[in-house]
């Protein structure tokens, strides 16, 4: 369960750093949003507006953040990259605790989808259920429209060779932010649909950032099945160690983080790009 | 390095050292910030050592922080609770953490860019975890609490670090009682890592670092071994880092695990980037006025912390180089200058 | 004859399927000033930064001075004399063009590392000696107060250059040394590379045949990562299957 919540978090996180090669610290802060602003609608309007507007606010956020500030570090150094958005992360999720306050914030589970269902081996509550579907279902259409559409094309052909998808024709800029824009609209609906199961509080943003970076490095910076591949198997990990060795279950991502970094840095499924010397 | 220069740096750095806390007073500062602000300096002033001279950004520095205060703190109630001795906490907590940063360093100094950030991440959360769940020797989320810091030995005296200076009115600059021994000390220890540092980075070792950080590839195909240089920056690093740390937690006479979180490693982060990266005083400066805003704004307002985010978001995008390091410019001008006056005709 | 400097045997480098060097015998000896010459992609630039340690070799050995070394790093190879100039300058451009020799020259004195961190290297001679023997014999002592970056892009090839020598090798290893420069830069580089071929060994990858042929003692030719021929340059214009390797049988003029 906790696994598809890092896939959808650290799908939006690979593809902004395969596609854009940024390295986004403020992912986290991205999902905090599409909490807050998730759990504001949903509690006036209802869950299903709530999982609507948060992923698209968040994702004018990106725009605006991009637009603004972070196309003007996309060919600079990972350092200062991963500086700024660090910057960025801190001044929102501060603004959110301003906003919102301190404590933490429960969701409103819509009634209907409060019952257990019966699969059959297990009941199993209804939300995480169609959490999970919806998951599913985000996945594969996100990899629909980067594999059969034109514009998926011109987004994978930009990071191929930028120059000459804009010698094509190619709108590399909207091409950009487009990516931007969806890595973070994940990232926030991923915030809204989330919380009924996790609660909200400000940190939220900083205790999923560490863990995506796991899940990606893992996976493999930029690869999209690896963010998949990733996201599950450190859920996996995570309930397995806990059951087994309940001592270990926080340090133990850690550990597999590390040790994917040394032996194979470009992940399960990453490109193997010269990384080491 | 001429002696003119030599007596500039010392003279100003003592007046510095010396004028800190009264020169704050006014403004709502107090002898314990001051002296904390110089034990955390000393972190970032390492952690310096390795961004902005080795240009290696370590997300991981609170585990070098975190680890030698509860290795001095362990020492004295743990380790050795019937001969406690300042200088073993001290140097205990310094040695362990060094030897943590040669072993790590080896293993981190293979990776490049965000591979590098997010493995010393990865074994600062390891750390942490370490210590939060190792309950018999850390006692887990309560930290150490309240121990007995021996005084400091020295020769034949006994000296109390908790001493308070005899009283002196200084007006609105506050009173000299206000300080303990602890700043002296502080500041002594400060001077002495302050020179230690500036020597570094003008010495033979200090240009191929930089050289490296320049060019690595150039570097390595002129005979320079990039690795070691880099685990020697990541142990010196570490080693101060250490030495602020296990100074934290003699002074504090505590610890407790957020020591070692991110929000730490990210604290060190932002003083130096706001400071001013490749300078030596940058890192002081970043953290005094950092650490002044977290205390004298918090109690203020709310947002300090939203301000804090802001001005470091503002120096990156506009003042790359941090507050200090606009000077840094036309020092390399003059530099250039005085080289190629001496390879004249 | 003068002993072998620099010899290769089977050596190989492949990129999983694709083989850019294979089954490469080659043998310098010292003193000697060999052309390494091919059509593109032949695998030139791959066999040099074999030979320089940049690349690791996936097959076979390379031996200098009788002495195995494939399992050596870069900066090892170069504490043992050979050098490499890079094909696009490659420079620490913020610093001056002298800082850029003496930074070699350090090299050379001090070994891979040294931990001298009280000692600043302006104390030391003999960096500066070196430096400035360096760049008096590329011929650029004028310029050595300039910001490498603001240099042309003929001037930073010769400090590249300047930059390898200052490293004390016994061999030097030129990539495409010309490429890019004007008539007049060509020139100057000819005569340059000739003074240097009087004291060191010196491999040179370029395309500009009319220098190839007036400056080599020996010419090897690379094709699609394997030896094709070898001989005096006179042998090579001669002969036929080298003539065919270069569309339409060029081998006067640049190629």
Redesign the interface.
């Known amino acids: 369960m906790r696994g598809l919540v890092y896939v959808a978090i650290a799908l939006g996180l690979t593809i902004v750093f395969g596609m854009l090669r940024l390295?986004n610290f403020a992912h986290g802060a991205f999902y905090a949003i599409g909490a807050y602003v998730g759990l504001v609608v949903a509690e006036h309007y209802g869950l299903a507006a709530g999982l609507i507007v948060a992923p698209l606010a968040v994702a004018l956020f990106a725009v605006v953040l991009d637009r603004t500030?972070l196309r003007f570090f996309y060919d600079r150094?990972?350092?200062?990259q991963?500086?700024?958005t660090?910057?960025?992360a801190?001044?929102v999720e501060?603004?959110l605790?301003?906003i919102f306050g301190g404590t933490t914030r429960s969701y409103p589970v819509p009634a209907a989808l409060s019952t257990s269902v019966n699969l059959g081996f297990t009941l199993y509550p209804a939300y995480r259920l169609c959490f999970a579907v919806g998951i599913v279902v985000i996945v594969l259409a996100v990899w629909v429209f980067l594999q059969r559409t034109n514009f998926g094309l011109i987004v994978r052909a930009s990071i191929r060779d930028r120059t000459m998808v804009q010698l094509l024709g190619g709108n590399v800029d909207l091409a950009s932010t487009t990516i931007f824009a969806l890595g973070a609209g994940l990232a926030g609906l991923a915030g809204a649909a989330a919380s009924p199961i996790y609660s909200v509080d400000p940190n939220t943003g900083?205790s999923f950032l560490?863990p995506s970076?796991?899940v990606v490095?893992i996976g493999g910076?930029g690869s999209f099945w690896g963010a998949v591949l990733g996201g599950l198997l450190v859920g996996e990990l995570q309930s397995v160690t806990t059951l087994v060795f309940p001592?270990?279950s926080?340090?133990v991502i850690?550990?597999a983080?590390?040790l994917v970094?040394?032996i194979r840095?470009s992940g399960l499924l990453g490109e193997s790009e010269v990384?080491?010397? | 390095m001429t002696v003119a220069g030599e007596l500039r740096f010392y003279g100003l750095t003592i007046l510095g050292l010396i004028l800190f806390p009264f020169l704050i007073h006014p403004i709502g500062g107090y002898g314990g910030l001051a002296t904390e602000v110089l034990i955390v300096g000393i972190g970032s002033v390492g952690f310096n050592l390795l961004l902005g001279y080795a240009g290696l950004l370590s997300y991981g520095q609170a585990m070098f922080y975190g680890v030698g205060a509860y290795v001095a703190l362990l020492t004295v109630s743990r380790f050795f609770p019937d001969h406690p001795n300042f200088w073993l906490a001290l140097a205990l907590g310094v040695a362990f953490v060094t030897l943590m940063a040669f072993v790590i360093g080896m293993l981190v100094v293979r990776l490049y860019g965000i591979y590098f950030s997010l493995l010393t991440l990865a074994f600062a959360q390891m750390f942490f975890f370490i210590v939060f769940k190792w309950r018999d020797l850390t006692q887990g989320d309560d930290g150490l609490q309240g121990i007995t810091v021996p005084a400091m030995g020295l020769g034949p005296w006994s000296i109390d670090l908790t001493t308070p200076f005899p009283a002196l009115n200084l007006g609105p600059f506050g009173d000299l009682s206000d300080l303990h021994y602890w700043y002296a000390f502080a500041a002594l220890v400060t001077l002495a890592v302050l020179a230690f540092m500036r020597a570094l980075v003008r010495s033979q070792f200090g240009e191929v670092l930089g050289a490296i950080r320049d060019n690595e590839e150039r570097s390595a195909l002129i005979g320079f071994d990039p690795r070691r240089y880099k685990v020697a920056a990541f142990v010196i690093a570490g080693a101060l880092t250490g030495l602020s740390g296990a100074l934290r937690g003699l002074y504090d006479t505590s610890i407790a695990p957020d020591a070692l979180t991110v929000e730490t490693s990210g604290n060190f982060v932002i003083y130096t980037v706001i400071g001013g990266v490749k300078t030596l005083f940058g890192p002081l400066v970043g953290t005094g006025l950092i650490m002044y805003l977290q205390n004298v704004l918090s109690a203020k307002t709310d947002a300090w912390r939203l301000i804090e985010g802001l001005i470091f978001v503002a120096v990156i995008v506009f003042l790359p180089g941090g507050i200090l390091g606009a000077r840094r410019k036309s020092a390399r001008a003059e530099l250039a200058k005085a080289v190629s006056a001496k390879a004249g005709p | 004859m003068s002993e072998i400097i620099l010899e290769t045997k089977g050596l190989g480098k492949s990129f999983g399927a694709f083989a850019a060097n294979a089954d490469i015998d080659f043998t310098v000896r010292e003193g000697e000033l060999r052309a390494v010459i091919g059509p593109n992609g032949a695998g030139k630039t791959t066999f040099f930064n074999l030979l320089s340690g940049v690349a690791t070799a996936t097959a076979g050995d390379i031996f200098f001075e009788g002495r195995r070394i494939t399992p050596l790093g870069g900066p090892r190879r170069v504490a043992l004399g050979i050098a490499k100039a890079f094909q696009t300058a490659n420079l620490y451009p913020d610093e001056t063009v002298l800082q850029n020799c003496r930074l070699a020259a350090l090299a050379r004195t001090q070994g891979s590392f040294a931990f001298e961190p009280f000692r600043p290297s302006r104390r030391l001679d003999e960096v500066d000696r070196i430096a400035h023997e360096a760049l008096e014999l590329v011929d650029m002592t004028a310029l050595a107060g300039a910001r490498a970056g603001d240099l042309s892009h003929g001037d930073k090839k010769r400090v590249d250059i300047a930059v390898a020598i200052a490293t004390k090798p016994k061999i030097l290893l030129l990539d495409e040394p010309v490429a890019g420069m004007s008539l007049e830069e060509v020139r100057k580089t000819d005569a340059l590379i000739r003074g240097l071929a009087k004291r060191m060994t010196i491999l040179l990858i370029e395309h500009d045949m009319t220098m190839i042929m007036g400056i080599s003692d020996s010419i090897t030719v690379l094709h699609q990562g394997k030896i094709l021929a070898e001989g005096t340059p006179a042998e090579i214009r001669a002969n036929q299957r080298v003539q065919e390797a270069y569309l339409g049988g060029h081998t006067e003029g640049h190629v």
């Open positions: 390295v500030l150094d990972p350092t200062a991963i500086l700024v660090f910057g960025i801190i001044v501060e603004s605790r301003l900083f560490v970076f796991v490095v910076l001592a270990a926080d340090v850690y550990i983080m590390a970094l040394l840095p990384i080491r010397g």
